[in-house]
């Protein structure tokens, strides 16, 4: 693990508990090098060395994100956060030995929300864990929001056929049920229906979505974008070929 002096300053803490993350990684030496460096930045680390007492270690504790390994023993990394996802809403970092793009896929699909290919950078690693740490606490302007609620109107309830979305509340509804999104799905759908109709290509949704201050992979959106569409409607968000996507207004 390599690291970098611009990534900024050595606390992470939110108000006076630092941050919890759960690490899991059979590499004993992989396992300690992250660790070691994220105590550095401030964060508080558990870690855990197969995919089964991750699953209890996450069980156990509150942790505010997990930074899971493809390939782990007794169950594995795609395995874990498909059982994590069943629970919980948490964000989730995957790491890959390899830039094999199976391994990336089927971490997406899973639920997580972004990946780092070991060796990994800590820059690009807090990078990452700051950026998910964000759209996870992400709340709309506060003083408009109250503003709103004191004169009684509800622009804050965006409709969409039968789907709506409270971006005041952070909670989406689908013929009146609520559905459950990750804090990566609801910052997704927040950007579609702040432009309803509009089509917005995958690299603004990196950077307005995921914070990425460089080129990334844009299959994060497109898979992103397909395990939205499972929840809230197939055909809400519709794909523009050769530009990107666009939330259907009716």
Not at 16 to 25: C, D, G, Q
Not at 135 to 164: M, N, Q
Not at 195 to 216: I, K, M, T
Request: charged share 30%.
């Amino acid at each position: 693990m390599t690291s970098n002096a611009q990534v900024g300053s050595v606390s992470e803490a939110r108000g006076p508990a630092p941050v919890s993350v759960l690490v899991v990684e059979d590499d004993a030496t992989i396992r300690r090098a992250v660790q070691l460096a994220l105590e550095r930045y401030g964060y508080r680390v558990a870690v855990a060395a197969d995919g089964l007492s991750g699953l209890e270690a996450f069980r156990a504790g509150a942790h505010d994100l997990l930074i899971l390994d493809v390939m782990l023993p007794e169950l594995d990394g795609i395995g874990l956060c498909h059982r994590i996802r069943e629970e919980s809403p948490v964000p989730v970092l995957m790491m890959s030995a390899r830039g094999d793009a199976l391994d990336v896929v089927a971490g997406l699909e899973a639920g997580a929300d972004d990946y780092v290919i070991k060796p990994v950078d800590t820059a690009v690693m807090v990078a990452r864990i700051r950026a998910l740490l964000r759209r996870a606490t992400f709340r709309p302007d506060a003083e408009e929001g109250a503003a709103a609620a004191k004169s009684g109107r509800a622009d804050h309830i965006l409709v969409f056929g039968d789907l709506s979305v409270d971006t005041l509340g952070m909670e989406v509804r689908r013929a009146g049920e609520t559905v459950s999104l990750t804090p990566t799905e609801l910052r997704l759908l927040l950007e579609f229906a702040a432009a309803p109709g509009s089509v917005l290509d995958r690299r603004r949704l990196l950077r307005d979505v995921w914070d990425y201050g460089w080129e990334g992979d844009t299959r994060v959106v497109d898979l992103c974008v397909l395990r939205l569409r499972k929840k809230i409607g197939s055909g809400r968000i519709e794909t523009v070929r050769g530009f990107g996507y666009k939330l259907v207004r009716g």
